[in-house]
């Protein structure tokens, strides 16, 4: 698929943000105004909730690691924003919905359905847009992911060997299968864990951090809900990045 830019604007005196498209698909990149060498890239994963909802708190991501010398980039999930929904998807969120809303267990059928079609389409997807971006002038990697859907980033960290660390952020149902594919990840991890997040089971979470194969991993867990994450979180996110990607 190809790249295509098509618009560019100064958000501040230091942070560059431009507009393109994958194909279809649109995305943001974001890169220091003032880089004179080639830098390395963050994926900004993002849960499906559309670029332009996103955007603000991507936006802030991409400032803080332009800060640091790195460029970000994100792209829409499938089914979202603009893109054009998929029916079984819309089905599995109106199901997620129900039992969430009747305090009904969310079951392993419904989880299988809202996350593996997704993660499916998306790292492909994924794939292509670096293939795109690692192209452009002034961007030579490494390459991280940061954020969520953390199955999403499971599953580009075993099947994309140019991602070299990631910054997970646990706050996601993760399917079964998922936790077979963590056994084989074996990049640096840094996980981010709300311990009060009312939407994700905590047990999961560290199952799921337990089960990573990664050599170097660590979990940080904070008191409050899901969008209770606070600010020093950040900068320990931002620390681990310096480390691998520099």
């Given at each position: ?47 499906p909730l559309g670029l332009r909802t ?85 961007i030579d990697g490494p390459v991280g ?102």
């Amino acid at each position: 698929m190809a790249l295509r830019l098509t618009s560019e604007r100064r958000l501040d005196d230091d942070l560059l943000e431009r507009t393109f498209t994958l194909g279809e698909i649109p995305g943001f990149l974001w890169t220091p105004a003032s880089a004179s060498a080639p830098m390395p890239l963050i994926l900004l994963g993002h849960p499906p909730l559309g670029l332009r909802t996103m955007h603000p708190r991507l936006a802030a991501r991409a400032r803080r690691a332009a800060a640091d010398g790195f460029a970000t980039a994100a792209i829409e999930l499938p089914g979202s924003g603009d893109r054009p929904r998929r029916a079984a998807l819309e089905q599995a969120r109106a199901d997620l919905r129900r039992a969430m809303k009747a305090g009904e267990p969310v079951t392993d059928e419904i989880i299988d359905a809202l996350v593996l079609p997704l993660v499916g389409k998306a790292v492909p997807e994924w794939q292509a847009a670096l293939d795109a971006l690692l192209s452009l002038p002034g961007i030579d990697g490494p390459v991280g992911y940061s954020g969520g859907v953390i199955s999403l980033g499971i599953r580009l960290a075993v099947a994309e060997p140019r991602i070299v660390a990631a910054g997970l952020f646990a706050g996601s149902f993760v399917p079964r299968a998922m936790f077979e594919e963590a056994r084989r990840v074996t990049i640096p991890l840094h996980v981010l864990l709300q311990w009060d997040d009312e939407g994700n089971d905590r047990q999961a979470a560290l199952d799921l951090f337990d089960a990573f194969g990664s050599q170097e991993k660590s979990l940080h867990a904070h008191m409050g809900g899901h969008t209770g994450v606070p600010r020093c979180a950040g900068d320990t996110v931002a620390r681990f990045f310096a480390r691998h990607l520099k």
